[in-house]
């Protein structure tokens, strides 16, 4: 408990700089919405479109005239960035001990290693729930003056739902490498890494027909923003993905900080 | 000297590292042009549906797939995310390494002045760069010839947009130094860089969302857009000067700061 509130208050100011990070983020966005609020010649280009296209091609979860589509597009943004927020707290949390010298200190208090993990997983877990909450409330309050209906509060619900389940699976694998990784100093890079290269692989598995294997492999991919608008479910089988990586990597995380040297 | 090859041989596992991953990625991503080509005109039909917003977010709009600098620009700016991660990376460890591992007063207590010091790791991290530079150069000429097919394309668009790097990474470096001297102190170097670079990244995307923005002219990754610089094959020169007066700036900033700054010690 004491280290869960020790780490607390010691990410409090990072939680809080994502926070103005964010609210910074989604103001720009939603102050750039007015542009294409109603904008005639947009809704003249999707009204000439075959309804069936539309469908097709998710265009009109991207309806940028409405608030609800610009949220559409925003969703990828929001998912980079608090992602990124993720892979950085889990990797850090663990690795900083030693990267600053106090992994003697915490080590030496009378709990085992396990309790430190789950104090610390607690901890960045917790900054996490956070920001999306704040992410949420953020995009809510800034939507509100362009008076969106039922269904975007449904959505923005959807999206938030989605994204938290993505930070979860880069939060533990954050904390797996800081745990699991020799060199401390390897673990912050490696996930990024890990981060860039699963954004790459969105990118390419949507370019080639052979290639939609690979969306298995990056969380960015597992939750399509327009499926999530047009029906307003979240892809179980991903979520069940999502969760299956997210214990294996933090079973790995206990089971190799158990036996971690250090190099003092 | 001695600093600057202490220096360069702490970077140079990272150099590699950063040169390989980037020349893997420019290869992955041209082989596919060859697919893509083959239906492009499926793929520019496919691509008229998407949503326009994405398309640009994504720096694939004017695009004509069907053309080999067309489909780079498109990988260039992937490029210059890497490299801009890298870039602020070097910049935000440059010196503030030695207060984290608790080196600094070790090194400044060597009979050298610190703007000699500051130089030789500035060098140092510009060898660096100007390696990754290189490779990003080699395997940008080699992929583009290796899977253009019959294809020709022009070779004065292509070595503007690799020209560009050097000053684009300086930006990132510069600014980078700057910032890891302003503060008091720099833990961690990734999350600085990352929020530098992704920061910026997002901001661009965004600018480019909607027309005329005037924050976004701020970042980089707008100076050196791709796309313009293919499509006109000149820069955008104005905004190029504002990335030379962001180095400039950073540059002499650091030096001032650093002759100044109260170095903690670890007793």
Known sequence: ?264 | MNIYKHEFKMHIRSVVTWSASLALMIFIFMSLFTSLAIDAELMNEMLAQFPEELLIAFGMTNLDWTSVLGYYSFIFLFCQLILAIQAGNYGFGLVSVEERELTADFLLAKPVKRSSILTSKFLAALTGLTVTNAVVWVSSILAVNLYRGERTYEAKPLFLLLLSIIIFQLVFFSVGLLISLLVKRVRSVTPYAMALAFGTYVLSAFGSMLGDAKLEKLTPFQHFEPNYIIANAAYNTPLVLISVALIVVSVTGSYLLYQKRNIPTPV
């Open chain 1, 1 to 264: 408990m004491n280290i869960f509130l020790h780490e607390l208050k010691a990410n409090l100011k990072s939680l809080l700089i994502w926070c103005v990070i964010m609210l910074m983020f989604v103001s720009t966005g939603f102050a750039k919405f007015s542009a294409y609020e109603g904008n005639p010649e947009l809704l003249a280009i999707l009204d000439d479109l075959p309804p069936a296209m539309l469908a097709a091609f998710n265009f009109s979860a991207f309806n940028l005239t409405t608030v609800t589509g610009f949220l559409g597009v925003m969703y990828n943004y929001f998912a980079l960035v608090l992602t990124i927020a993720a892979v950085m707290w889990g990797s850090d949390i663990i690795a900083k001990e030693e990267r600053d010298k106090t992994v003697e200190f915490a080590l030496t208090l009378p709990v085992p290693r396990s309790k430190l993990v789950t104090g610390k997983t607690l901890a960045v877990l917790v900054n996490c729930i956070a920001l999306v909450l704040f992410t949420w409330g953020a995009a809510a309050a800034n939507a509100a003056k362009y008076t969106p209906d039922e269904q975007f509060y449904d959505f923005l619900a959807l999206s938030m739902l989605a994204i938290f389940v993505m930070q979860m699976v880069f939060l533990a694998v954050g904390i797996l490498l800081g745990a699991a990784m020799k060199q401390y100093k390897r673990a912050n890079s490696m996930a990024v890494s890990i981060l860039l290269a699963t954004f790459f692989i969105s990118i390419i598995s949507g370019l080639n027909k052979n290639l939609e294997f690979l969306k298995y492999v990056s969380p960015f991919t597992y939750f399509n923003p327009g499926t999530m608008l047009r029906e307003l479910v979240i892809d179980m089988d991903y979520v069940w993905l999502s969760a299956g990586i997210v214990l294996a990597a933090m079973a790995g995380a206990y089971a190799a900080y158990k036996k971690r040297d250090l190099y003092i």
